[in-house]
Structures are given as C-alpha cells and as structure tokens.
C-alpha cells in the first residue's frame, strides 16, 4: 500500500488541500491561492470598467471578491490558476456537452476536483490504484474502478461539480520530508492515522 500526502482540513482552506493532494505534495499556500484571487479580481474590474462607469460595473465593483470569500474558500478560477502555472494541467467541466462520458468512463483519466457547497476535494489514481482525497475525512479511501463510475453517478445526482484533470501528466508523490510539510500529512495507506474525533 502507498504512503500518500493528504492534507486535513484547516478552516474554510479545502481549496488549497484539494489542490496539495491532487499534486501529492505541499505546494500551495493560503496566501499564494489569495495572490492569484487578487490577480482575477483587478483583471475582472478593469474589464467591467473598459466600457466606462456602466450600472453593471458599479454593482460589481460593490460586490465582495468572486475569488476568494473572507473564510479562505477559492474559486475555480482560482484553482485553474493556479494548477495551469505549477503544472500546466487544467481542469475541465464534466458538464461540457463534449466530456460527459468522462463521468460515465473516470478510469480512463488520472484524476479529479470535486465542487459543492464551497467543499473541494480530489480523487487521483496512484499507482494504479483511486483514491479519494477528501480534506475532511481522516484518511484517503481506496476506491474500486468498478465504484467510480458509480461514485461519480451519485455525485452528480447530489449537485456536485466534477472537472477532470487535462493537460499531463500529475507528478509523483512528494517525498515524506519535515522540510516540505508537516509528517502528519503523509499517510502510510497500510496503517491509516488514527480518527481525529
């Protein structure tokens, strides 16, 4: 069994834990993922603001950031982002006309972000084998291929947003190093952590 990296969640940061354990590694910060909300944002006003101090542009420059709430939780904007400048990958929408049998087929991608209720998680296949990387539970869960598809009927079922991993090719899992991230966030799948509860 595989020793993964899988980060637990920490207030309202499920975004930068789902992007960490798409990658099998720490490489997003809170305040990397609040640069590039920012980023969008200035990007989003001066195009509503190019064609002048329209009603429109004054009701979104009223508005609150559409890219990061005061809780910490990102955009998909933010996480494509962020994932296309690390790694080149991009995330696409199972709901496009075009990659709809992606959900009926998900063994045949390498992996996933999951979206509902500002809750993102990810599944990813490792060494031949899903898993589901879900910031909330104590442990990744393996996950059959047989279940997948089964898995991701239900989600959509459930109102969840599935985008599918495009682009390359996901690195390999980070070394366990205390210099990287905490040890706690590698789990030997063999031994799994002890409940937090």
Request: aromatic share 8%; with cysteine.
């Amino acid at each position: 069994m595989p020793v993964l990296y899988h980060e637990r969640q920490v207030a309202a940061l499920c975004g930068q834990h789902c992007l960490n354990n798409l990658l099998q590694g720490a490489y997003f910060t809170e305040i990397a993922l609040a640069e590039i909300a920012q980023e969008l944002d200035r990007k989003e006003k001066a195009l509503m603001l190019s064609q002048g101090m329209t009603p429109e542009a004054m009701r979104f420059m009223n508005e609150a950031s559409g890219n990061v709430a005061l809780d910490g939780n990102f955009s998909i904007q933010v996480l494509s982002q962020a994932l296309h400048r690390s790694h080149n990958l991009e995330l696409a929408d199972t709901r496009n006309q075009e990659l709809q049998a992606v959900v009926r087929n998900p063994e045949r991608e390498d992996g996933f972000v999951l979206n509902r209720h500002s809750h993102w998680y990810c599944m990813r296949r490792l060494e031949g084998q899903w898993w589901s990387l879900n910031s909330t539970e104590d442990n990744p869960q393996r996950i059959s291929e047989f279940a997948l598809a089964a898995t991701f009927s239900n989600l959509l079922s459930d109102q969840w947003s599935i985008f599918v991993v495009r682009g390359g090719k996901l690195p390999p899992p980070m070394r366990r190093d205390a210099s990287l991230a905490p040890l706690e966030n590698w789990v030997d799948t063999a031994k799994p952590r002890a409940s937090a509860i």
